[in-house]
């Protein structure tokens, strides 16, 4: 395995699981494996109270499950000819089954001043306990790109009491998965935590001396002075051993993966952010999904690589994330993508409560779906509420959408009342209502 | 409409929708009409702060909508030939439709001292708010029978520092609708609330001086001191009128009506607890479901009543409900019903949690599912869980059950993964996945 991320350690897991004595060796360019990057933004925002907290397993759990991680180890080329790798300061290491987990690199900014110190990109565990010291003495930060990871860094920065600035050239924040008015409520909740939002905007230019510290930055709407920049930009695969290796890349640049999750190359798998997957009803390639994916995919390539037989399917991509005081969601695709895919839709649209309406904690539950127009089956959801249930009705959405399930379906599907559970309206089954109606008056 | 609760309120809604000129009379013998009876045992338990919170709309809501509400108003006597009800003093009055929607009852005790003072039927606001006050005098009570009813007294009791002794026939508690182990650490807990619970207990007798109120309950394990008796036997539909007037009734008492809510009898509709519906996999009739059951059958009643066609299907039977420190649920049925159906069963067992493992506020969420064994297609589950996602996986799994859902699709199901909202490993996901094991293995 190459990468020690969700995408390599599912991998190794997968062969251990087929075929136990197989020797497996996992190479990373890190310290550490087995932590979970995703908490990292939760930490700086002190949801999370150290970053200890967010390491899985100690290394010794690897040596003991005969998995053999070699740390701060890095791959340098891929012979699939030859199956051999090289690492560097080990030389040319042989092979009968690789998989490449090399994960994402944020995409290049791409505008002067990007060598200043200063600049922020979120990933690796050790720089993020140093920089959230150097966070102890920022006052004023930006946030370049409301992507899903700058969402978290802007919640989290606004929580710590940092002057936080974001910037987007988009004219709403999480443009890429998530429709304007599900984020109008998020945008709101920013400001109220003191968040100054930029949209429209682009980065021209890191300021700073040469050598030194960032001072500012430089944008299509002005300057904005900085302590700290946080590059957020959206992710690419980390595909450089891969297109040096000549195997097939994608339209997004990930590697082409099978449904068992091997590339171009005979006894070469992939899995995780370096490959990319078909949507399950567009068939357009997506890359840059969750953990879950990546660990899900390291399983089957792990499996396959060890002998075994196992297939992944295509995504319909449930997702979700707290943003300022709420917590967004969906599956599938919302009507900005639809709209720009030319996917035509009809629209069921409620604004539920999670709970009876006179229940302490109730929260609002937003539940947008999306129908084929005949058909009415379901193509895609976005949800935004207070937080409970978001991810639940995410995930279930997703399987809606990959059942077929119809507006007919959810509106008519039975839920669990309960005062202090469940309202008697279900949001899902509200929006759906709403969305037979919305369909009879050819909406 | 007969009855004012959900089914009789959601019938005359459905009435409205397809025929907004129907003169529509609702007949309640009640003084109120549009609260929440569900959220009484949190009102007693302290989580609610008063009753006037339960109440959803004023009675001049219905008077505006068209919809003319009888209160206090008892249906003595219905004639399906002549199209006639009776009313007491308001004399025989005619209808082009009918809907029949009294509810229920609690099963009837059958033991001597029924007339005593002291025994509480929770079912009435404007009584629930009378013995509200007296609870504040009561030391120790005694809740008869583990129902879901029984549950929640058991735990507003509790809360409210009442010494509460639960009996109950069964080796555990909820055994009608709930497996054991689900049920374990939700007795563990009442035991930490400091709660009595005596199973396989039976009551006897209610004691006291005739004429006077209940001083302790007789059971199969001796005698239990009680100023107060909470009686939560199951519930049996509150048929009489529809006995007196020759409709079809089922094995539960129940009224039988066909998946458009009708009666054996032409123009006579029925909905909630008075009718009994099919099982989506058993065909077993069911009784007693949810008031979101009961608004959503009203709803199809009504809409037929009123000249419109809407279907009402089989059931799968999502539930839910806090429990002492847990919230249990499930969705068609579990271990303890399939056993006793002797339907055969693989299971897929697993304890996950509801966020990232080091995110705070992770509860756990218990996840049993239960499958066909040779299609691995899913039959049942069950939950037990420390609150988040319950409501929302009981839901899903219902529709689960439904689509035909297997062992497979959903050990590959995708799930949000965000370290405040959900783990890496979704519980259902790994339950599947532990289902497919012991399939494996012929377990």
Redesign the interface.
């Known amino acids: 395995m190459i990468g020690g991320g ?1 995408a390599g350690l599912g991998a190794a897991g997968g062969v251990k699981a087929v075929d136990p004595g197989a020797e497996v060796v996992v190479y990373t360019q890190f310290e550490d494996v087995a932590y ?1 990057p ?2 990292i933004p ?1 930490v700086h925002g002190g ?2 109270e150290s970053f200890e ?2 390491f ?1 397993a100690g290394k010794q759990a690897y040596v003991e499950a005969g998995i053999d991680v070699r740390y701060e180890a890095e791959v340098t080329a891929v012979d699939t000819a030859a199956r051999t790798v090289t690492v560097a300061g080990e030389g040319t290491v042989g092979w009968d089954g690789l998989v490449l987990a090399t994960g994402f690199d944020y995409a290049d900014p791409g505008v002067p001043g990007g060598a200043l110190g200063g600049l922020y990109y979120v990933k690796n565990i050790r720089r993020a306990m140093e920089w959230d010291k150097v966070l102890d003495t920022v006052k004023k930060a930006v946030v370049v790109e409301a992507s899903p990871l700058g969402a978290e860094m802007v919640t989290a920065l606004a929580h710590r009491g940092v002057e936080t600035h974001l910037i987007d050239p988009h004219p709403y924040a999480l443009a890429a998965v998530a429709d304007p008015d599900i984020m109008a409520p998020v945008e709101e909740s920013w400001r109220e935590l003191g968040v100054h939002l930029h949209f429209n905007t682009s980065l021209e230019a890191f300021l700073g001396e040469a050598g030194g510290t960032v001072r500012a930055v430089r944008t299509s709407a002005g300057e904005l002075p900085a302590d700290l920049v946080v590059v957020a930009t959206h992710k690419t695969p980390n595909n450089r051993l891969a297109a040096a290796a000549g195997l097939k890349l994608g339209s997004t640049g990930g590697i082409v993966v099978d449904d068992h999750m091997q590339t171009s190359a005979p006894e070469v798998w992939a899995a995780g952010d370096v490959t990319e997957i078909p949507h399950g009803l567009t068939g357009v390639p997506l890359q840059g999904l ?4 990546a ?2 995919q390291g399983k089957v390539a792990g499996v396959n690589a060890g002998g075994g037989d196992r297939a ?2 295509a ?8 943003a300022g005081r709420w ?1 967004i ?1 969906g599956a599938s695709f919302g009507e900005a993508t639809a709209t720009a895919l030319g996917i035509p839709y009809v629209l069921g649209v409620a604004e539920g409560i999670s709970r ?5 904690g109730v929260k609002k539950v937003k539940v947008k779906l999306l129908a084929e127009p005949d058909s009415l089956r379901l193509i895609g959801a976005q949800l935004v509420g207070g ?10 959405l ?3 959408v990959k ?1 077929g ?1 119809t507006f007919h ?1 959810l509106s ?11 309202a ?3 949001p ?1 089954v509200v929006a759906a209502t709403n969305g037979l109606a919305a369909a009879r008056q050819g909406k």
Chains 1, 2 share one sequence.
């Open positions: 969700a979970s995703c908490g939760y949801e999370i907290k967010l899985l969750t953990g879950s994916h660990y899900a992944y399917r995504v319909y991509v449930p997702w979700g994330t707290p917590v969601g009876a309406r006179y229940y302490p937080g409970e249930g978001i991810k639940e009705r995410a995930d279930f997703a399987m809606a059942f399930m379906d008519t599907m039975e839920n669990v009342y309960s005062p202090a559970i469940g008697l309206n279900e899902i």
